[in-house]
């Protein structure tokens, strides 16, 4: 079964940090970019960060440049996000998602794989 499953996510007080995991079974991660994205409460799904195969990323969002950072192990099949400096309006669902092209934009329709998401919250 091919398959994405992000863990992870919690409870966090603004300032602090989380370190986000998606692992692929199923098929090899190595050979597609992937992306995270994340939805908040009444807000649409937005693209976060992006990785290529090759190692290059793209950040699809301003506010999380300098404080987010995106990184993979083809050999153990995992993308990481690391994010720090966190704030309230970094509560969302954060999904992570694959594509087979280079890093392709904030667009959910490029990606063929999807997680199932995992809860941020940051909060006092």
């Known amino acids: 079964q091919l398959q994405l499953v992000e863990s992870g996510g919690g409870l966090v007080q603004p300032g602090g940090s989380l370190k986000l995991s998606c692992a692929a079974t199923?098929?090899?991660?190595?050979?597609?970019?992937i992306a995270w994205f994340r939805q908040a409460p009444g807000k649409e799904r937005e693209g976060v960060l992006c990785?290529?195969?090759?190692?290059?990323?793209?950040a699809y969002q301003d506010s999380v440049k300098g404080r987010f950072t995106i990184a993979r192990d083809n050999a153990k099949n995992m993308v990481y996000l690391q994010m720090n400096s966190l704030k309230p309006e970094d509560t969302a669902v954060y999904y992570c998602?694959?594509?087979?092209?280079?890093?392709?934009?904030?667009?959910?329709?490029?990606?063929?794989?999807w997680g199932q998401g995992t809860q941020v919250t940051i909060s006092a």
């Open positions: 990785i290529n195969s090759g190692g290059g990323s793209t």
């Open positions: 998602a694959a594509s087979p092209l280079r890093c392709p934009g904030g667009s959910s329709a490029a990606y063929v794989y």
């Open positions: 199923g098929f090899t991660l190595g050979v597609y970019a």
